[in-house]
């Protein structure tokens, strides 16, 4: 398993070490995303809104904010949707100074993540597997919880360039399909009667938050302080 990071800061590439304890943690079995979707459908893609709400936060490291995150997927669109509900992969952590800036792009705070994990093979199967995917008519919901770690500036020469405290608007660009496209595609037209599989990336809402300053470690995963884990 291989996870990386993608910045011109050297301090953010030491991201990659907290998603990937954080994925060995949660034992996922998923795969990376085929991002090959330029030439598909662009009305088709606009159906599900994501939303997402923060359940708990606390500071893994003096430098490293722990987010519980609940993800709302919404079936906005007309049309039934096929969403995989054991959606996991999230390739982008967006930070912006507020929602304005977020819709802007304005980012303060824009690491790519390189996740490559597997996906059940049951999911090629005749008719939508019900313990694996969700069928959203218009208007239901699906959700989920996931976990997030950000960067924070605590003040030492290392996190200089890391977020600070303060008021924040946090969007996440998260997978939904974990297999290559044509699979995608092939059950996209045998699952035609069922609704149409959601297998594009999704951008989330702007979701304004507060970072608090640091006021001392919580139980990361079993480790008190993943920092002594990971190394300095």
Known sequence: MHVGLESNSTGHKRLCLIVTCFIVACSAVFAQTGNDKQDDNRESQT????????????????????????LKYTNVGSQTRILYKHTFGIFRYMVSSDSAAALKEKYQYNPSIQINVSMP????????????????KPNESHTLEVDVHLLID??????????RPGKHALQLLVGTWYRDAALARTLTARWRQY???QWWDIKSEPMEFTIEPFKGVIDCYGESEIGLALGN
């Open 47 to 70: 159906g599900i809104v994501l939303e997402t709400k923060i359940l708990s936060q606390g500071y893994c490291r003096s430098d490293n904010l722990h987010l519980h995150l609940l």
């Open 121 to 136: 093979a049951e999911v090629d199967s005749a008719v939508p597997n019900n313990s694996l995917f969700a069928i959203l």
């Open 154 to 163: 605590d003040g030492k020469e290392r996190s200089r360039n890391y977020l």
């Open 195 to 197: 609704g149409n599989l």
